[in-house]
């Protein structure tokens, strides 16, 4: 199983960088491109082009998969018998690779970097399609980030002296995702538990879907090579979880205590989906909001009047966004909002946005308004797209119950930050 290459395109749709496509004809990769271009400019939304196009190759039909993160968009065109997760796993991953190089990721800082862009290419995928070294620790040795220093020398042509120290020679570690030698002054660790909601809720109130996905970042600065033993308060509630390939899953199975040597800076420990014991097959999660949503439609456009309260008692929602798509054909909007919140129209994407900074616990919230369309029957989407945030706090509540440290003689101090998000369809 292999894919053919990887293309990376800015906002315009033009190529910036790809791999080479040795054992393909030269207009393989643009097949896909164009593919890709014509099927984002025959929809009305970027988000409805399906995430693998049919692609009808010169030889035999290929497929071209891609994903969009910021202003960038990745491809990968596969042929033959490869399942598409393949593909999407890759690309994610050399996406996150770009992030941890550079930071913020943009068609700019790509082409100001397409030397590293081009080693990371030929570092990260093999001539026969297969991914290579992805972990960034070990491409820290092989590809050196970018740094002044490093730009400056090469451009003198003594580039070899930006190099690391010869002690450090690549895959000097025998744990491939951890660098030999690392010290810190202070010797730390922190984890982020980052849990979403994602739910449907019919257009009575109740929830058709509830479910909690939920992710575990880590930033590790500690020394030598510590083994960590890290329990949780309430880990039999965790399913279908996935794991960064430090962890031992034989100790996970038998005690759910996780068991690993962790990368040095930052990292993704574990994925996850809350799975609470008492909660029943429909609603395994309260959503942490009401809203009551009216929609009249009329000819040539309608009224809209939502009230939206909060559930919860101690904690403020923020960046709290309701949009609904209107509908083909529709030209503009006037609303009033309370408490100093805002409204949009994008005429772009055709949808109406209330947005409000924070919500108070157990406030009201109401929004009313009208919107004009071209179309004689305007149909807007059926269903509101609520989004939100709540900082530190966990929809599991889940808490480090121990740390145990093993191989290095200091003891490390350990913090843990929890946040929500939501993501909700709410039909009326």
Not at 78 to 83: K, R
Not at 263 to 278: Q, T
Request: proline share 6%; glycine share 6%; with cysteine.
């Amino acid at each position: 199983m292999a894919i053919d290459g990887l293309i990376i395109l800015d906002n315009t749709g033009r190529a910036i960088a790809q791999s080479g496509f040795h054992s393909f004809p030269p207009a393989y990769p643009l097949l896909h491109i164009d593919a890709l271009n014509n099927a984002l400019a025959s929809s009305s939304r970027p988000e409805d082009v399906d995430p693998v196009l049919y692609v009808s190759g010169l030889d035999a039909p290929s497929a071209c998969c891609h994903i969009r993160r910021g202003e960038l968009r990745y491809l990968s065109p596969v042929s033959g018998d490869v399942d598409p997760l393949y593909a999407f796993a890759f690309l994610q991953t050399f996406a996150d690779i770009l992030r941890e190089y550079f930071g913020h990721v943009s068609a700019e800082t790509l082409r100001e970097n397409f030397d590293v862009v081009y080693q990371l290419f030929e570092e990260t995928l093999d001539s026969g399609g297969h991914p290579l070294t992805t972990s960034p620790n070990a491409l820290r040795d092989i590809v050196l980030p970018p740094t002044l220093l490093h730009k400056v020398l090469s451009v003198a042509g003594v580039s070899g002296l930006a190099t690391s120290s010869a002690s450090s020679h690549p895959f000097a570690s025998p744990i491939p995702w951890r660098k030999a030698g690392v010290r810190y002054n202070n010797n730390e660790i922190y984890f982020d538990v980052v849990e979403t909601l994602d739910a449907i809720i019919n257009k009575n109130g109740t929830p058709a879907v509830s479910t909690v996905w939920g992710r575990v970042e880590s930033n590790c600065k500690l020394s030598g090579t510590p083994d960590l033993s890290l329990t949780f308060s309430n880990a039999s509630t965790l399913t279908d979880c996935s794991f960064h390939p430090c962890i031992r899953l034989q100790r996970w199975s038998r005690d759910k205590v996780l068991s690993f040597v962790p990368p040095d800076g930052k990292f993704k420990l574990m994925e996850y989906r809350y799975a609470p014991v008492s909660a029943n097959s429909l609603n395994q999660v309260s959503v942490p909001l009401v809203l009551r949503p009216t929609v009249l439609v009329d000819e040539h456009g309608g009224s809209i009047e939502v009230t939206l309260n909060s559930r919860l008692t101690t904690r403020t929602m923020e960046n709290v966004s309701v949009e609904l798509y209107l509908g083909e054909g529709a030209t503009g909007a006037s609303c009033v909002v309370s408490h100093n919140a805002s409204w949009s129209f994008n005429s772009k994407t055709l949808a109406l946005v209330w947005e409000l900074k924070t919500v108070a616990p157990a406030a009201n919230y109401t929004f009313r308004g009208s919107f004009t369309s071209s179309t004689e029957i305007p149909r807007p989407s059926r269903a509101f797209h609520v989004r939100f945030d709540i900082a530190q706090h966990n929809f599991s509540a889940m808490k480090i119950e121990q740390l145990k440290l093993t191989g290095e003689a200091y003891k490390p101090y350990k913090g843990m930050r929890g946040s929500s998000l939501g993501n909700i369809e709410w039909r009326w």
